[in-house]
């Protein structure tokens, strides 16, 4: 396909694109000014942004916050979520919640891999920030829907950061990439073992996992390797064209919008599994695997920070560090806690392929780039607001 002119506006960005990095550099301050501080919409200088995967977990809580700043958000899911988990992960519930409660909220259901369709979409809105958490998000879906996997992973990603670049080069792209870009090399870092948890036993590793931790030559699952696919396009994009683009490379992502299924949402399925007192099945390392969680709301700050101020090509870990990590079976303790429930569990003596033993992110880019920016909510605050939340979904009496 070949590229339509551009517009006087979008020529004067393409030409900045083709300066270089620095220029990256100087959108911050332009889109800081221009942003109401908190609450409202409306006014001219409204900013429109469109989030991909809007009715997921964090699609979600990126549109509230941003609307809550001021935004006028346009929305973007086919509820594919439905169709790679069944029913159980249907987020219709999810759509229709943001309809109501945000004025400037507009839903779009269209599928990241119609090409057409996405290119039309970022002509039309020309939006000033593209979030993009729309995907297959299961490790171990992956193998069974290679294609369906891909396509949208990667392919939807090109789809979406070749449309940015036709036609609004500027606008900072935020990609929610994932920690299984580093396959399982992770897992070749000598470990201790506590007594309900591994540790790193290398001092290096003290505050987690950085952003300079090699990417390949280890096992990722097929998702592993979709994701990756796109979290290095979506960084040639920083580098190669000079737009302000961003991967963020999650831990584990949750709060109380999470609908966990069994192969996708670690502590919201946890949750539920606890408080319908069904059994969970633990895969391997004893149940000493740890996992770093940080709240949904704590990502969109950071995303918004990042939209605020942006850079171009970076890359961060993000998750909740090692003060908000948890083994497995340190989460079964700290929900009981919650609940008054002990979980049930059976032990498969199998870990999944290409599961991590330990990981937690380190924290320290994101926060020397960002000094705003902080992880606000406790491991502990985070249960207690999942719990709340599967409480009142149930039917009444229930739990
Ligand atoms: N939740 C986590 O623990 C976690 C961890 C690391 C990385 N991530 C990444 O963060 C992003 C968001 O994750 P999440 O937990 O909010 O996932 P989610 O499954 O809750 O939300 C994703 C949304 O994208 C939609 N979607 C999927 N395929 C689509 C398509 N082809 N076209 C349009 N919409 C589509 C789904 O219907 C769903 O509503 C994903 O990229 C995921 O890989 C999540």
Same mark, same amino acid.
């Given at each position: 396909m070949s590229l339509k002119p551009l517009s006087p506006r979008r020529r004067r960005a393409s030409h900045q694109i083709t300066s270089g990095l620095h220029r990256a550099r100087t959108y911050g301050t332009r889109i800081r000014d221009s942003i109401a501080p908190g609450g409202g919409g409306g006014g001219n200088d409204l900013k429109t942004i469109l989030v991909t995967g809007s009715s997921g977990l964090i699609g979600s809580e990126v549109s509230s916050y941003f609307h809550a700043r001021g935004c006028c958000v346009h929305g973007l899911d086919n509820n594919q979520r439905a169709a790679f988990f069944g029913p159980d992960g249907d987020t219709r519930w999810n759509q229709r919640r943001l309809e109501r409660s945000l004025r400037n909220f507009h839903h779009n259901e269209l599928d990241i891999r119609n090409r057409q369709g996405i290119l039309e979409i970022v002509s039309k809105l020309g939006p000033d920030a593209i979030v993009h958490c729309a995907a297959q998000p299961s490790h171990e879906l992956a193998p069974a829907i290679p294609f369906d996997d891909f396509d949208i992973n990667a392919g939807g990603t090109l789809n979406l950061l070749e449309a940015a670049r036709r036609e609004c080069p500027e606008a900072p792209f935020i990609y929610l990439s994932?920690?299984?870009?580093?396959?399982?090399?992770?897992?070749r870092i000598p470990l201790k073992e506590l007594e309900s948890r591994w540790d790193y036993?290398?001092?290096?590793y003290a505050d987690g996992i950085p952003e300079?931790?090699?990417? $390949?030559?280890s096992m990722h699952s097929l998702f592993g390797t979709s994701k990756l696919g796109a979290d290095v396009m979506v960084q040639e994009y920083g580098r190669?064209?000079?737009?302000?683009t961003c991967c963020l490379r999650g831990g584990c992502l949750t709060g109380p919008n999470h609908r966990g299924v069994e192969l996708h949402g670690f502590l919201s399925y946890l949750v539920t599994c606890n408080l319908e007192e069904r059994e969970y099945r633990v895969y391997g390392y004893k149940g000493k695997q740890v996992r770093d969680n940080i709240h949904a709301e704590d990502v969109a700050r950071f995303i918004f920070e990042f939209f605020s101020n942006p850079r171009a090509g970076e890359v961060y870990n993000i998750g909740g560090g090692k003060a908000n990590s948890c083994s497995i079976l340190e989460a079964f303790a700290l929900i009981a806690d919650h609940t008054g429930k002990t979980q049930r569990y059976t032990y498969v003596d199998e870990p999944r392929a290409? $599961?991590?033993?330990c990981y937690y992110s380190d924290l320290r880019k994101m926060k020397s780039h960002?000094?705003?920016?902080?992880?606000?909510?406790?491991l502990n605050d985070i249960l207690g607001e999942i719990v709340e939340a599967w409480r009142r979904r149930a039917p009444l009496n229930s739990f």
């Open positions: 994932t920690n299984k870009v580093y396959g399982d090399a992770p897992n036993a290398d001092s290096a300079t931790f090699p990417v $390949d030559q190669y064209f000079g737009m302000p290409g $599961d991590h033993i960002y000094p705003n920016w902080d992880i606000t909510r406790s």
